[in-house]
Structure formats: structure tokens, C-alpha cells
């Protein structure tokens, strides 16, 4: 008997022992010694983000270890921020887990210029700084504080427009009928946007699926995947590369916007049975050397288009007799009735599209 009493003993008291080591382990709270420091990066020449250096390793930085005590290791992470700003609005790039430097692409800076809701084509200097977090194995719920560098370094960035996102399909016209249809080449399908960093979208006519014709089937392609078989479908309710063909049920007016950065789409129907059929359209101003004419696109009257139009730096207007639309944003904006004249930031060779519905506008520099 007195055996037994002290073996229920014993395994009450290690019992005891093992939950009250495990309720230690989940207080533990973590008091680092020192952040990480002697943060460097490898090049202080500026960066202009372009389309052919979106991939190109641009800046390597480098930081030293936190030391938030022995066996305890840290995740890093960098926070970007407008130089000014003290990191309200910091942005973050990770690293990883004992990471100690990270390279940075073009189109790395070229997002977090967006997300910072900077202009584009204009010299801007951001700072980073290491954020690192510690890792504690065995503890449920450690107290985790967070370490940051005091020293930080500078990068003077560029950012240009995200690149177009076009439309691809059948969903204006049949195939070997109509022109561009399921051409991977095509670019005169390209989306609006309000300005050059809003959501890509589309106001028209779309066409509803024909399985006879196989008419009013669409995917999106990025500009940089043109002449390829790279194209977001529907998957899911979002977009996804291994996506099927977009199908409407019926012809009409349709609104689509997508955003292939974060997967999402949507398509709604759009009343356009009292607009205004507009018999003509110009587009006028000092961007131009001469008064240029659209033309009505075949598959929809509100959509105006020229192509191989030279602009130079100076000002535009879209204008049916009287009726003018503008707004000051370029390459991309949304037009309104007498409002700000666009300003023309960068000459070259262009393909134009305006739309009447919605007053928005692409201008489509050709490479």
C-alpha cells in the first residue's frame, strides 16, 4: 500500500513539475541585448525602373545580426519608407531567417513606389531599415518584441506606370472573321485606368459566348507576356494562369477591371442604352503637330482609336465639336468635361484609345 501511495506520488509530482515547466515555456519573454546594425547597401546610383530592367538586381543590402540572446534566432525583414516619413507608412520586403542581406530587383522598388503612392517619372528618396523578430522554439505564446536598426540607408528611385494588362480573345468577334481575335500579338485591346497607378479596367460591348462560333470567350495577357501563350483565366472566382476562357451569357455593356498583382477580377453589367453616339472624335493640342482623327472601333461605337501617332511633350484634348474631355494624368486617366488639359510627360510613337462612355484613355507608347 505505502508503495502505491508513493508511486500515485511521484506521478503526481512530475505531473506538477511538467505543466509548470510547460506554463514557464509559454511566459517566456524574450530581452535582446541589441538590434541589427551596420546597415549598408552596395550602390548609391540612382534607379529609373523600366520594363526591360524589371528582373535586374538593382541594390544588395546588407545588415549585421540582432542578438536577442544565445540559441535565439530572428527572421529579418526590410521596411522601405519615404525619406521623411519615419516609417509611417513603411512597406516590407522579407528576407527570411538568418538572412543578412537581400537583393532588391527594379521591380521590387517599382511596387513600393506604387504602394507609396508616388509619381511616377519623378526622382524619389526612400530609406530602409532592418526590422528583425525574433524565433523562439518551444514557446507557445513568447513575448516577441520587435527590434529595429537605428541606422539606415538611402535609395533614389524612378518608378514608371505598372505595365498595360490587354484583353485577349474572341469577345469582340469571331475567329478568322474579325481581326485580332485570339492574336497574341495584339495590342490595341489594351485595358483603361482612372491614372497611371488605378486598377486596369474596361467600359463596352462584349459579346456573349456562341459555341457555335466560339465568339465571347476572353482571358487577360500582361504586356510583357504579348506574343506568348501566358494568359490569366478564371479559376476559383480569381484569376489564375491555369484559368479558363471568361464566358458571358448574353451580349451587352459590360464594366471588367482586373489586377493580375492580385489575382482578383470582377464583371458587372453596364446600362449604356441612352448614351450619346458621338459621330466624330479628334484629338487636338500642342502633344500633336497636327489635329488627329480616331476612328469608331468596329465592335463598339463609345470606343475611339488611332494608331502610330507621334506625340511630343506639351498638352491634349479629345474633342467632338463642342464637347471636350481631359484630365491632367499620362499615359493613362479618365477624362472629364472641360477639365485639365493632359499633360504629354514622354514624346514618342503612340497607339491612342478613348472611350466616350467613361471619358477614360490610353495612350500606348510602341516599342
Known amino acids: ?185 495584339n495590342y490595341r485591346y489594351v485595358m483603361f485606368r482612372d491614372d497611371p497607378l488605378g486598377i486596369d479596367q474596361y467600359t463596352g460591348f462584349i459579346r456573349g459566348f456562341d459555341p457555335t462560333t466560339y465568339a465571347g470567350q476572353f482571358k487577360f495577357i500582361n504586356d510583357g507576356d504579348l506574343n506568348t501563350y501566358t494568359m490569366y483565366g478564371k479559376k476559383d472566382g480569381a484569376l489564375s494562369l491555369s484559368g479558363g476562357n471568361f464566358e458571358l451569357d448574353k451580349d451587352g455593356y459590360y464594366i471588367i477591371t482586373a489586377s493580375t498583382s492580385q489575382m482578383t477580377y470582377s464583371i458587372k453589367e453596364y446600362d449604356a442604352s441612352s448614351a450619346l453616339v458621338y459621330t466624330e472624335m479628334q484629338l487636338v493640342g500642342s502633344g500633336v503637330s497636327t489635329t488627329q482623327t480616331l476612328s469608331q472601333a468596329y465592335y463598339d461605337p463609345h470606343i475611339w482609336i488611332i494608331d502610330d501617332v507621334t506625340l511630343t511633350t506639351g498638352e491634349l484634348v479629345f474633342q467632338s465639336g463642342s464637347t471636350i474631355w481631359s484630365a491632367k494624368t499620362f499615359p493613362y486617366g479618365k477624362g472629364v468635361l472641360d477639365g485639365e488639359k493632359i499633360s504629354v510627360t514622354k514624346a514618342g510613337n503612340y497607339y491612342i484609345k478613348f472611350n466616350d462612355l467613361t471619358g477614360h484613355y490610353v495612350f500606348y507608347q510602341k516599342k
Open 1 to 185: 500500500m505505502k508503495k502505491k501511495i508513493n508511486y500515485i506520488l511521484g506521478i503526481f509530482l512530475f505531473s506538477t513539475l511538467f505543466f509548470s515547466c510547460e506554463n514557464n515555456m509559454e511566459e517566456v519573454v524574450v530581452t535582446p541585448d541589441n538590434g541589427p546594425e551596420n546597415v549598408a547597401v552596395d550602390t548609391d546610383i540612382p534607379l529609373i525602373c523600366t520594363a526591360d530592367n524589371a528582373k535586374d538586381t538593382v541594390f544588395v543590402i546588407s545588415w549585421s545580426a540582432a542578438d536577442f540572446g544565445k540559441d535565439i534566432s530572428s527572421t529579418y525583414t526590410l521596411q522601405l519608407d519615404v525619406v521623411g516619413n519615419d516609417f509611417t507608412n513603411a512597406q516590407e520586403i522579407v528576407a527570411g531567417n538568418n538572412i543578412f542581406q537581400k537583393h532588391l530587383t527594379s521591380d521590387n522598388l517599382n511596387s513600393i513606389m506604387h504602394k507609396l503612392n508616388q509619381p511616377i517619372d519623378v526622382a524619389t528618396d526612400l530609406e530602409v531599415r532592418i526590422m528583425a523578430r525574433p524565433m523562439v522554439l518551444g514557446s507557445s505564446e513568447p513575448v516577441l518584441p520587435v527590434l529595429y536598426s537605428s541606422s539606415k540607408v538611402k535609395l533614389n528611385v524612378t518608378s514608371f506606370a505598372m505595365a498595360p494588362l490587354h484583353l485577349i480573345g474572341s469577345m469582340f468577334g469571331v475567329y478568322f472573321v474579325d481581326p485580332n481575335v485570339w492574336d497574341i500579338a
